[in-house]
């Protein structure tokens, strides 16, 4: 009879596991709500970096706490990969709940740029709308208690 009695319990709890996060898989959003330049980073830097901030809003609308663990993202500029941005540390998410989220990221300003001349000519036509708007991107992973997240977004700047 005892055995029944927990073997009955490990199903249950098992049971369990596998809905909180089936739900959580089929909840939870990710989205990128901008990419902005910070530009007194980068100038202290003489440009050589450039510093981004990566908006992120998470929504978790299941009924289940989960914490954050760690963003992995490529960045991406123009189709391009320019850029990887690694943050770690908890961040609880709670039930029904929106989180923004901040991840600071650097970039080698020569992974932008095969030359400077290059550069020039890019953000001289794109503000004067004469070429083609630049594409921001993320693609990775976010990684949490209660699973994983694919996040593959960008946004125009035009």
């Known amino acids: 009879m005892k055995n029944k009695a927990i073997w009955i319990s490990a199903a249950l709890l098992v049971g369990y596991f596998i809905y909180t996060a089936k739900e959580f898989a089929q909840n939870v959003k990710v989205r990128l709500t901008g990419i902005k330049f910070n530009d007194n ?24 706490e989960t914490t954050l663990e760690s963003i992995n993202l490529d960045i991406y500029f123009n189709r391009k990969k320019v850029g990887t941005v690694e943050k770690y540390g908890a961040t609880k998410l709670a039930p029904q709940s929106e989180n923004n989220i901040l991840v600071p990221a650097v970039i080698p300003t020569l992974s932008l740029f095969s030359t400077i001349t290059e550069a020039v000519r890019i953000i001289k036509a794109t503000l004067k709308r004469e070429g083609e708007p630049i594409e921001l991107g993320v693609k990775g992973i976010i990684k949490t208690t209660s699973g994983s997240m694919q996040i593959d977004q960008t946004t125009t700047i035009s």
């Not at 980073?41 to 299941?62: A, F, T």
């Open 41 to 64: 980073k980068s100038k202290s830097n003489l440009y050589l970096q450039l510093w981004v901030d990566i908006g992120l809003q998470v929504s978790n609308p299941s009924s289940f």
